[in-house]
């Protein structure tokens, strides 16, 4: 596997290459389809053990393919295994707490997988953009660069906590490039079956995209770690960019090493029933 799958964010690191994963993921020749039916399999280990959970990010500009990736991984997988959240802009109440206040309630309980589509790190990215909008977090502008990694630091310790009481994080950046996110928007503007996607806030945004880049490197940069690392996937193949998911989930979850209990013990009464039913 080559070191730019993984983001380790190293002084004057760039981020993965495509070139770099498609000549990787030819070689191994990896098939989506095993794979995801591997990940079903793993996270039903994860379901009846009990004793772990397991927090999967995606953050990404618009068309990189969050949705797409999240529906072909998982397609396997037991519904009642996986809760899925998707944060949008946080409503008036959402806003009036600190900036990681919503996304706690949605963290996985112990046999639980839980998919953020976007999380608590728009409150690094969006805002930081457009800092405009931390004025309804009462908070006054202008922001120094020290409350950017105060932040990072605040989100660097709750994860830290999550890993220690059990929940690993893993989280993936979905990496568009400027010219494929360009072609995907259009062709949702040009595409009847696609028009319900398109919307034209998402061109609008295109005109920040030198400083979305800066704060995405900050935002990796300063939150990547040994216990809840960044995996950056380029995204121009979106076939080559779910299987490198997958892989990459399937590895976690069998590093996990999730056990399926055996029978729990029975009164006398219950072997009873249990000889009724059942010819030794």
């Given at each position: 596997m080559?070191s730019?799958k993984?983001?380790?964010h190293?002084?004057g690191?760039?981020?993965p290459?495509?070139?770099?994963?498609?000549?990787?993921c030819?070689q191994?020749n990896k098939s989506?389809k095993?794979l995801?039916?591997?990940?079903a399999?793993?996270?039903?280990?994860?379901?009846?053990e009990k004793?772990?959970?397991?927090?999967v990010?995606?953050?990404a500009?618009?068309a990189?393919?969050k949705?797409?990736?999240?529906r072909?991984?998982?397609?396997?997988?037991?519904?009642?295994a996986?809760?899925?959240h998707s944060f949008?802009?946080?409503s008036?109440?959402?806003?009036?707490?600190d900036?990681?206040?919503?996304c706690y309630?949605?963290?996985p309980?112990?046999g639980e997988?839980s998919?953020?589509?976007?999380?608590?790190?728009e409150?690094?990215?969006?805002?930081?953009v457009h800092?405009e909008?931390l004025?309804?977090q009462n908070?006054h502008?202008?922001?120094?660069?020290?409350f950017?990694?105060?932040r990072?630091?605040?989100i660097?310790?709750?994860?830290?906590h999550l890993?220690?009481?059990?929940?690993?994080v893993?989280?993936?950046?979905?990496?568009i490039?400027k010219?494929t996110?360009?072609?995907r928007?259009?062709?949702?503007?040009?595409?009847?079956?696609?028009?319900?996607k398109f919307?034209i806030?998402?061109?609008?945004?295109r005109?920040?995209?030198q400083?979305?880049q800066?704060a995405?490197?900050d935002?990796l940069k300063?939150?990547s770690?040994?216990?809840a690392?960044w995996?950056v996937?380029?995204a121009q193949?979106k076939?080559?960019?779910r299987?490198?998911v997958a892989?990459?989930?399937?590895k976690?979850?069998?590093?996990?090493?999730c056990?399926?209990?055996?029978?729990a013990d029975?009164t006398?009464?219950?072997?009873?029933?249990?000889?009724?039913?059942v010819?030794?």
């Amino acid at each position: 596997m080559p070191s730019v799958k993984i983001f380790r964010h190293q002084t004057g690191q760039t981020r993965p290459q495509f070139s770099d994963l498609q000549k990787w993921c030819e070689q191994q020749n990896k098939s989506l389809k095993s794979l995801t039916k591997k990940l079903a399999d793993l996270t039903t280990d994860l379901q009846a053990e009990k004793k772990q959970s397991l927090l999967v990010i995606f953050q990404a500009l618009d068309a990189a393919g969050k949705d797409s990736t999240m529906r072909n991984v998982f397609r396997y997988c037991d519904p009642s295994a996986i809760n899925t959240h998707s944060f949008k802009t946080p409503s008036k109440k959402e806003s009036s707490h600190d900036f990681m206040w919503r996304c706690y309630p949605h963290f996985p309980a112990q046999g639980e997988l839980s998919i953020f589509n976007r999380s608590y790190y728009e409150e690094t990215l969006v805002v930081r953009v457009h800092p405009e909008f931390l004025s309804s977090q009462n908070i006054h502008l202008p922001v120094k660069k020290s409350f950017w990694q105060q932040r990072f630091k605040f989100i660097n310790a709750v994860e830290e906590h999550l890993t220690q009481s059990g929940t690993q994080v893993i989280k993936f950046m979905l990496d568009i490039d400027k010219d494929t996110q360009k072609k995907r928007l259009i062709r949702r503007y040009a595409r009847q079956d696609k028009n319900w996607k398109f919307n034209i806030n998402d061109l609008k945004e295109r005109q920040h995209w030198q400083q979305y880049q800066l704060a995405f490197d900050d935002m990796l940069k300063s939150t990547s770690s040994e216990h809840a690392p960044w995996y950056v996937i380029p995204a121009q193949n979106k076939d080559m960019m779910r299987t490198l998911v997958a892989d990459i989930l399937v590895k976690k979850l069998k590093k996990m090493n999730c056990q399926r209990p055996g029978l729990a013990d029975m009164t006398e009464g219950e072997l009873k029933i249990l000889a009724e039913h059942v010819s030794v």
